[in-house]
């Protein structure tokens, strides 16, 4: 299980940074792959999110302790 939250973790953040990239340059980074391979891309990230938003609690050691985190 471990393998899959690191895949995942990981799919997320890329699908983030390419948010990120599109919102301030208009760049699809994932779309230089080709069309069928950047749909792939997406269909990845998104099934990491929700890989990632029904299991965060029960894999995050801040979480799952019931602490929070130090305020700055």
């Known amino acids: 299980m471990k393998a899959l939250h690191m895949v995942a973790w ?7 940074l390419n948010w990120l990239l599109i919102g301030l ?3 699809d980074v994932v779309m230089y792959l080709g069309p069928t391979l950047a749909k792939v891309v997406y ?12 299991t965060h609690k029960g894999t995050c050691k801040m979480c799952s302790s019931g ?6």
Do not use: N, R, T, W
């Open 25 to 27: 340059f208009k760049l």
């Open 43 to 54: 269909i990845l990230v998104g099934l990491s999110a929700l890989y990632e938003l029904f």
């Open 67 to 72: 602490s929070m985190p130090a305020q700055m």
């Open 10 to 16: 990981i799919l997320v953040i890329v699908g983030g």
